[in-house]
């Protein structure tokens, strides 16, 4: 049995429709129709069957779709289920409880990064990163990392996608390859002016990019000291992390 007759095209015609609408939520079976190319009849039985499931949901009295609570429920298992969240998160309790550092922990995904644990003290703003939230790789050092480390097949295709005039794209493709010889990314500004971020790759056991460990915080106060003695300390807790991810240490001692 091959592929093409493995392939149910109902399920994919399902699958895009979801897709479409957590990119864009509130489309229309009409605008769903124009997006797809889709006949409007197959589209308003496939919106039917995902609403009734409740993998979709319907504006009260209108013609708009949003994702339901069902394909919450997976995205929060499957987050949930990773395995450098399971491993990663003693070593962010223990840091955070030793030393007060705020801790992050992102993952790639779908050309995106997500935070998917944060601790820190829930009176703690400083960083502009939060629990669940999705944000674009090449802004703040918790998803920059993320991007440097990245297949070079996969980092080009998002620079490409980013639309940059060239010497902004080399400006960034340089400040990647920096990240990588350096081992880490320490920057000010890209999420919100007046904080900084600090973040540090994770890998497998095959060597491949896990996840990003990270921490932000107000860049007002921070000496450089202060900045030199938080690189140590999270670079230490980043390497326990590597090894219990039974990863080969790539960071720099």
Known sequence: MNETSSYLQTVGRALEILELIGRFPGLTLSELARRTGMNTTVI?????????????????GGKRYYLGDKTLLLGVQSLDNREIKRIAQYYMWDHYERTGDTCILTVPCAGQSICIEKIGSLRDSSSAVRAGGVYPLH?????????????????????????????????????????????????????????????????????????????????AGLTEQNRQEMILRFQAVAAQINLAMGSPSTLNE
Do not use: W
């Not at 308003?44 to 009260?60: A, D, I, K, M, W």
């Open 44 to 60: 308003y039985r496939l919106l039917f069957t995902l609403s009734t499931v409740g993998f979709l949901q319907q504006e009260p």
């Open 139 to 219: 802004k703040g050092a918790s998803n920059r990392v993320l991007l440097a480390f990245l297949p070079a097949g996969e980092q080009q295709r998002y620079l490409d996608k980013l639309g940059m005039d060239p010497d902004s794209r080399q400006r960034l493709q340089a400040e990647l390859d920096a990240i990588v010889v350096r081992g880490y990314d320490f920057s000010v500004g890209l999420l919100t002016p007046d904080r900084f971020g600090l973040g540090f790759p994770i890998f497998d056991r095959s060597g491949h990019l896990a996840g990003g460990f990270s921490t932000g915080g107000y860049i």
